[in-house]
């Protein structure tokens, strides 16, 4: 996971700071390399303030070559990054007038990120890094960058004695805390995001999108020769009455105890959405064809024989089910359509009535 990556990373920056000790040279080229690493940036460099020019201090990728080399403070992103002791980042170097389009040139730079170096609350430099392509750098390398300039940039112009040493792995340890835990805060946000896109909120179920993410999978599977499935959609009957008379406070209520009732019905391991209203869809696995179909099919009508008891109210709801069975180069949508114009006949033939292709059978 690129997280876990990054976190590697940036103990290994940590290991280096204490074990090298503080060979100011040797610790920028393994910050150079480990950028590299952390952002795939094509090349970067340590970019030190020596009176009114940025001199390459140390690099790694692409900038090797180009070790040594001076840029004017003045006309530069870097010397415009020390100067506003601000973070810049040019997407598009050559549409840019902050930079210095020469030195871009020279050293392949169509995009890069500056990130000002302090000692104390003067700045001293800034981290580079670079890319031969535009729009190279996300919002997470930048963040990443910034964390560790923060922690580097005040050790960058001094030599560090034993105490600086245990004070400075403190601190990085505190850093790691924080970047766990930011990366468990995201995970757990990328989840959630994930079940809003995919999940309907009234009932958990699956929402039409998440149904068919999920249904591809069972296409291939079966193409595979690794089973049969059948599709079953239905509807509850006379609901917009139901919600008419008793609001839809209750009518949600009501849709909460047929999702319930439908997986009652089936496996957990078969799929069931929400795709409508009060439209359901169930994938379910079949032993014997139509057989199975049938099978299913019964199952979920005969979850409403029973009334439905919310708010101190008796609920008598019905179904109507249409069904189909995959079968070898149908799609989703041809799967949809069949067995909801199969619902729709068992619809106007009464309740709990089911059809299966086009032809009712219950």
């Not at 050293?107 to 031969?132: N, Q, T």
């Not at 924080?178 to 989840?191: G, Y």
């Not at 995001?193 to 993410?213: A, M, P």
């Not at 089910?321 to 799967?335: F, H, I, N, R, S």
Request: glycine share 8%; aromatic share 6%.
């Amino acid at each position: 996971m690129l997280e876990n990556r990054r976190l590697k990373v940036i103990m290994e920056v940590q290991q280096q700071m204490l074990l090298a000790n503080f060979d100011l040279n040797q610790f920028m080229h393994t910050i150079c390399d480990r950028m590299c690493l952390l952002t795939d940036a094509d090349g970067s460099t340590i970019e030190m303030l020596a009176g009114d020019e940025m001199v390459y201090a140390a690099v790694s990728g692409t900038l090797q070559p180009h070790l040594g080399i001076r840029i004017n403070k003045v006309g530069s992103l870097s010397g415009l990054s020390v100067t506003k002791k601000e973070i810049l980042y040019s997407p598009d170097t050559q549409q840019d007038d902050r930079v210095n389009k020469e030195a871009c040139l020279k050293v392949g730079a169509r995009s890069m990120v500056c990130v000002p170096l302090f000692e104390s609350s003067h700045a001293v430099g800034v981290l580079k890094v670079i890319s031969g392509r535009p729009n190279a750098f996300s919002s997470r390398d930048i963040e990443t960058l910034q964390l560790l300039s923060l922690a580097l940039g005040s050790e960058l112009g001094k030599q560090i004695t034993y105490d600086d040493k245990i004070r400075v792995l403190n601190d990085y340890e505190e850093l790691l805390v924080q970047l766990r835990a930011e990366i468990e805060r995201r995970e757990k946000l990328e989840s959630e995001l994930i079940q809003l896109t995919e999940r309907d909120i009234l009932t958990g179920l699956l929402n039409r999108r998440g149904f068919s993410d999920r249904i591809e999978g069972w296409i291939n599977r079966a193409s595979r020769e690794e089973g049969l499935f059948g599709v079953f959609y239905l509807d509850l009957n006379k609901f917009k009455q139901c919600n008419d008379t008793y609001g839809h406070e209750v009518g949600d209520l009501v849709l909460v105890e047929f999702a319930n009732r439908i997986k009652r019905a089936v496996r957990d391991s078969d799929l069931i959405a929400r795709v409508g209203g009060d439209e359901f869809v169930v994938a379910a696995w079949l032993q014997n064809g139509n057989d199975g179909l049938l099978q299913v099919a019964k199952r979920l009508t005969g979850q409403l024989e029973s009334p439905m008891q919310l708010k101190g109210l008796q609920l008598l709801m019905s179904t109507s089910v249409g069904c189909t069975q995959w079968t070898e180069g149908k799609t989703e949508l041809e799967l949809i359509r069949a067995a909801d114009e199969s619902m729709y006949l068992a619809k106007s033939n009464g309740t709990n009535r089911i059809a299966i292709n086009g032809a009712l059978v219950g």
